[in-house]
């Protein structure tokens, strides 16, 4: 019988990389769903109350669209059957139905910076989603972590995530920044700023701050803004306009294609600045340059997919072997 391989989506770039390495597993029957909790934390996803998360809200829509644009088989929730391989982009909840099968996590992007909410779930043991993607790989829930590149294995091994269980394989979406050279964006020259839904995700932010730096360093030459997908369009235009009222704004649109076009990126807490930095622009961010540059995920050409399913049919291959030495050795007692 064929494997089972179940998919948990999430954001858009969450739900495209988990795709993508799928596209590279044919040999298993897959199945996706949006991402989930079996926790009693359900109860506000179903009430609205858990909208600006993945589980929820745009995201949750956008990640139903993309399963159905797609014709990807669902069984939301894996209610439906049995897995042995459950591949996923984030272990901030880990749902109790996958903890009989082999997990994969594999990194999103970016993890948040190591703040004051950070080191109180560290120190008291509060739920780990808490501190957002900042306790990204603490859940020791899974088989294997596939990261984007050797400075993000430093990265989680110093948090404290068993350094036997990462593998360096790149990630899908970060991997080939060149190829975004070759787009239909009619623009070229600007300044862009790629902003973050860090109010949406009830995080401290300074916005107005935000947006007179990206005037200054506009200095002139024309400034794009392209708005996060969970960002309220209406509330960041608004003040957008107040501050800096000759620049574009973008809700939409392929935020890839516009970095590649650009002279200058502008970011905040975004993965995105990986892209501006593998295609060497100039980039501003609220993280260290010197740090993202150790951090940035490998270029290797779009093989980080085919690099995670190998880990993948490796995992599962082990699990046969052994079996078989168990069945030999029982019958030969």
Do not use: W
């Amino acid at each position: 019988m064929r494997k089972k391989a179940l998919i948990l989506g999430g954001s858009r770039n969450q739900t495209s990389m988990m795709h993508k390495i799928a596209q590279q597993l044919p040999e298993f029957e897959h199945y996706y769903t949006p991402f989930y909790t079996d926790t009693v934390l359900r109860h506000l996803v179903d009430a609205g109350l858990a909208d600006f998360t993945i589980m929820g809200g745009p995201m949750r829509r956008d990640t139903e669209k993309y399963l159905a644009d797609n014709d990807l088989a669902v069984d939301l929730g894996g209610r439906a059957r049995d897995y042995d391989l459950v591949l996923m982009g984030t272990d901030l909840l880990v749902p109790g139905n996958i903890r009989g099968a082999r997990v994969v996590l594999v990194q999103e992007g970016m993890t948040d910076p190591e703040d004051r909410m950070y080191r109180l779930v560290r120190r008291l043991g509060l739920p780990r989603f808490l501190a957002s993607t900042a306790t990204t790989g603490l859940s020791n829930a899974y088989d294997l972590f596939c990261v984007a590149s050797e400075g993000y294995r430093d990265l989680f091994i110093r948090k404290g995530v068993d350094a036997r269980k990462l593998r360096v394989t790149g990630i899908p979406n970060f991997d080939n920044a060149a190829a975004f050279l070759d787009n239909d964006f009619p623009h070229r020259g600007y300044v862009l700023a790629a902003t973050s839904d860090t109010r949406e995700c009830f995080k401290r932010d300074r916005p107005r701050e935000f947006y007179a730096r990206c005037l200054r360093l506009a200095a002139g030459r024309p400034l794009f803004f392209k708005l996060h997908p969970n960002e309220n369009v209406e509330r960041s235009s608004r003040e957008i306009r107040r501050i800096c009222p000759e620049a574009r704004i973008f809700a939409g649109g392929n935020t890839d294609h516009m970095i590649a076009n650009c002279d200058v990126l502008v970011t905040q807490y975004s993965s995105v600045v990986y892209v501006g930095l593998a295609l060497g622009k100039e980039v501003h961010s609220y993280f260290d340059g010197e740090e993202l540059r150790r951090l940035c995920p490998l270029q290797n050409g779009g093989r980080s997919a085919a690099n995670i399913a190998a880990q993948c049919r490796a995992l599962l291959e082990a699990d046969d072997e052994h079996e078989l030495q168990r069945i030999a050795a029982r019958a030969a007692g």
